[in-house]
């Protein structure tokens, strides 16, 4: 099935119209017509080849919401014209012990949802920033009828990548939370945090947060790099997610915990963070670090947004705008999330 898509045919060429196939639908197949596709900092790593790794043509996206066009015969989640959204993985070993336990995202055979052997096609798994897209309906993620489709978009990233650990370490209501970072991740986790009942504290170094900090949900605001501060804040966390990808000193977050206290790493800075293990006997703290959700735990993400009306901020952009928005990613210029209008794909030539 012949599809049009943007691709990168390097790392260093902008992104342009590409036809690629899709597999017929399977019997326990969907066929997804992307209405939206969000845009993550991993598709712009990727397409730039800044992990290693990448084979082109490579076709970005696993922030995907569209609509099912076609289903397999034996197919019983979805019938034809329901809202899907498709995120990071589209496939598993489906028998590993991680599987069993609806952690394919540790499956040591997952199947991601671009620049992954392709187990259908041969070749490599192409991603959403196409018109349509072909998947198991295993995994394929219902949305919420309340929630707008392009801000739903990110939610199959960067609300799971968020919701998993504090739905891993509990958070609930008056717990005190930290949130370091406020991007793409960070507002999101300020969202979901505040609706899971927490005390929510964000950690900037940008002045010009604050005021959005607040309107998402944040209960207080704190300038990372002022000492005072800081040490007000001491001994006093039991859960902080920490969403920075730049280097940064994250003993310094370690020591806001209280006994007992977990940090969660999310964020994937370029070289290793220097750790000082005081910083975590000293309180019996613990560092530890989490990787999106299995597709069970993303359907619950999904309807925790839809219960509570959580959509991420985005700003909607034509695809034909992708590489200048890669771009703005770099210098953070957005707020807080690129969502693609595929419909743009249309006029692309």
Known sequence: ????????????TPLAPFNLQRRDVGKHDIEIEILYCGVCHSDLHTVRGEWGGTTYPCVPGHEIVGRVTKVGEQVTKFKEGDTAGVGCMVDSCRTCANCERDLEQFCPDTTFTYNSPDKHLGGITFGGYSERIVVDEAFGLQIPPNLDLAATAPLLCAGITTYSPLHHHNVSPGQKVGVVGLGGLGHVGVKLAKAMGAHVVVFTTSSNKVEDALRLGADEVVNSKNADEMKKQLNSFNFILDTVSAPHDINAYLLLLKLDGNLTQVGVPPEPLSLNVGSLIYGRRSLSGSLIGGIKETQEMLDFCG????????????????????????????KYRFVIDMASLQQAS
């Open 307 to 334: 219960k509570h009306n959580i959509t991420a901020d985005i700003e909607l952009i034509q695809i034909q705008e992708i590489d200048r928005a890669y771009d703005r990613l770099v210098k953070s210029d957005v």
């Open 1 to 12: 099935m012949k599809t049009s898509a943007y691709a990168a045919q390097t790392a260093t």
